[in-house]
C-alpha cells in the first residue's frame, strides 16, 4: 500500500530533507584530493548530533556507514574508509540519509574531485538531467511508470544504461515504504500518483553496460565492466502545486543539484 502524508507530515519530512540537503552540500566543499571518505563520514555523524538526527543508513541491516561512498565504478553503498583516499579526477557518490521525529529524508549526488575528464563531467550532467526530468513527471494524476520512463529515456539516449538491481523507493515513516520506483518502466503504465505521495527518486548511471557486481564487502555495488557510474537522489512529494523537492531549501530554484 502507498501511503499518503498529510501537509504536517509533509513538514516533518521537509524538516529531515533539510538535514540531508545540508550535510551533502558541506561535504560537497570538503571534497578534495586526499581526503579518506571516512572523513566524510565522521562530518555527516558530527552534523546529524548537532542537528538532532539520527544518521538513517547506520545499522541498516548492518551497514556500517552513516553516509555511502562510491568512487568511479563503484555504483552504490561504497562503505567509508580511512584507507580510501580521494584522487584527483575520481568522481564520487554520496548518498545520506536521516530520521527526524520519525520520518526520513534521502539524497544523494555525484561531484567531480578537482578536475576530471569530460566524458565524466558529461556523465554526471546527464545524471543531473536525468533526476530533473524524473522528478517533473511527479504530479497528480501522472503514473509511476512516467517517472521511470523518463529517467530510463533520458539515460539512454545520451548513450549511457540503467541499473535495474537498485530502485528508488516510497520514503516517510520507514526509509522504504512502496512503491519500488524503478529507473526503467513504460510511460502510461503503474499506479497513479496522489497528492501526499513521496518518493525517493534516483537514477543509477552506468557509462558501460548495466550490469553489476557486489565486492567482496558485501555492500560496495560495481560496474561489471568496469565503466563509470553516477547516482543522484531526492526525496520528492507529490502536490497540487507540482513537485515538492523535500531535500533543498524550500526556496531554491535552477539546477536540482
Ligand atoms: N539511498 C539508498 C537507499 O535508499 C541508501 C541505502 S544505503 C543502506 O536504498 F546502507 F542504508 F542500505
Ligand atoms: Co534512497
Redesign the pocket.
Known amino acids: 500500500m502507498v501511503i499518503c502524508k498529510s501537509p504536517a507530515e509533509l513538514e516533518k519530512m521537509h524538516r529531515a530533507g533539510l538535514i540531508v540537503w545540508g550535510a551533502l552540500e558541506k561535504m560537497r566543499e570538503m571534497v578534495r584530493p586526499g581526503l579518506s571518505t571516512k572523513e566524510l563520514d565522521q562530518f555527516a555523524e558530527k552534523y546529524c548530533a548537532e542537528h538532532k538526527a539520527r544518521p538513517?543508513?547506520?545499522g541498516?541491516?548492518g551497514?556500517p556507514?552513516s553516509v555511502?561512498t562510491s568512487i568511479n565504478k563503484e555504483v552504490?553503498?561504497g562503505i567509508p574508509s580511512p584507507s580510501r583516499k580521494l584522487r584527483e579526477g575520481d568522481i564520487l557518490s554520496m548518498?545520506?540519509?536521516v530520521e527526524v521525529e520519525g520520518y526520513y529524508g534521502?539524497?544523494?549526488l555525484t561531484v567531480p574531485v578537482g578536475k576530471i575528464a569530460p566524458e565524466r563531467e558529461k556523465l554526471l550532467r546527464v545524471t543531473r538531467e536525468t533526476l530533473e526530468r524524473a522528478i517533473d513527471k511527479v504530479r497528480p494524476g501522472n503514473r509511476l511508470g512516467d517517472v521511470s520512463s523518463a529517467v530510463q529515456e533520458w539515460v539512454e539516449k545520451n548513450g549511457y544504461s540503467v541499473v535495474r538491481e537498485?530502485v528508488?523507493?516510497g520514503?516517510g515513516t520507514k526509509?522504504?515504504e512502496e512503491p519500488q520506483v524503478p529507473n526503467y518502466g513504460s510511460a502510461g503504465h503503474g499506479p497513479r500518483l496522489q497528492e501526499g505521495m513521496v518518493l525517493?527518486i534516483?537514477p543509477m548511471v552506468n557509462s558501460g553496460s548495466p550490469e553489476v557486481r557486489l565486492l567482496d564487502d558485501e555492500?560496495t555495488a560495481v560496474t561489471a565492466d568496469g565503466s563509470d557510474s553516477a547516482h543522484f537522489?531526492h526525496t520528492v512529494a507529490v502536490t497540487n502545486n507540482g513537485p515538492w523537492i523535500l531535500t533543498r531549501p524550500r526556496e531554491a530554484t535552477g539546477p536540482v543539484w
Open positions: 538513517a543508513f547506520k541498516y541491516r551497514y556507514g555511502c552504490v553503498h548518498d545520506f540519509g534521502d539524497a544523494a537498485f528508488g523507493h520514503i526509509m522504504h525517493a534516483e555492500w537522489e
